[in-house]
């Protein structure tokens, strides 16, 4: 069973740019959700998605925006991309949108010069 | 924002030894659950206790829940040096339709060989 795998692992960006981070779910998995972890912090909760929806959003601004496609991998965009934005995203995927475990990709490491 | 707190902050134990580790939350949920990280990687799902549930085992994993104190414990038995890693809990609301995890700061654990 393949794991739940994101690209790139690391990413240099500079303040102002725009940034695509990719997510491939664990098969039999049709919910993806979406966190940032600042360094010695535990995870925040981004978004979720189910059947290609938004289906539930945390407290980030709408320049975090994301995608669900039809084989259930996802997308995690940010506009204008800000100093603050550096963290670990993660992406994790589960069996449904409620009271499942989510499993988790490696993330991927985003620096914002 | 962060729902959970755990508690210790930092552990630091012989091989061998038992090691716990303490959640605090502040809504109702639908169930919590116990994840490990190892340095710069992904988090790993250890175990899932529904609001119904007291205790749950896996392995070397027991697990506690008390909803009328709203709070956790995870127990490692006969601790090992590659349980060496950061422990974070996380509750899934009951109040919201997916599962929008809210993780604690997280407890890193080190056991000395």
């Known amino acids: 069973e393949t794991g739940v795998t994101q690209s790139p692992t690391h990413l240099i960006k500079t303040r102002g740019q725009q940034v695509t981070l990719r997510c491939s779910s664990q098969s039999g998995h049709n919910t993806v959700s979406w966190y940032q972890q600042a360094l010695g912090q535990g995870p925040q909760f981004i978004f979720q998605?189910?059947?290609?929806?938004?289906?539930g959003r945390g407290n980030f601004p709408p320049r975090f925006s994301g995608l669900q496609f039809p084989n259930y991998s996802s997308e995690l965009n940010v506009n204008a991309l800000e100093l603050d934005d550096s963290a670990l995203y993660l992406c994790a995927s589960s069996r449904g949108p409620k009271g499942q475990p989510q499993h988790f990709g490696d993330g991927t490491r985003l620096s914002i010069l | 924002s962060q729902q959970g707190e755990e508690d210790p902050q930092a552990l630091s134990i012989q091989e061998g030894e038992n090691a716990t580790m303490n959640c605090s939350y502040k809504?109702?949920?639908?169930?919590l659950q116990w994840y490990r990280q190892n340095s710069g990687r992904g988090l790993v799902h250890l175990i899932l206790?529904?609001?119904?549930?007291r205790e749950k085992h896996s392995g070397r994993l027991r697990v506690t829940l008390d909803t009328s104190k709203k709070s956790s414990s995870l127990l490692i038995t006969a601790s090992r040096a590659a349980d060496t890693a950061s422990y974070f809990c996380a509750t899934d609301d009951a109040e919201t339709s997916g599962s929008r995890l809210t993780f604690g700061e997280g407890t890193q654990l080190t056991v000395n060989p």
């Open positions: 998605y189910y059947r290609e929806e938004e289906n």
């Open positions: 206790i529904r609001s119904n549930e």
């Open positions: 809504t109702s949920i639908n169930n």
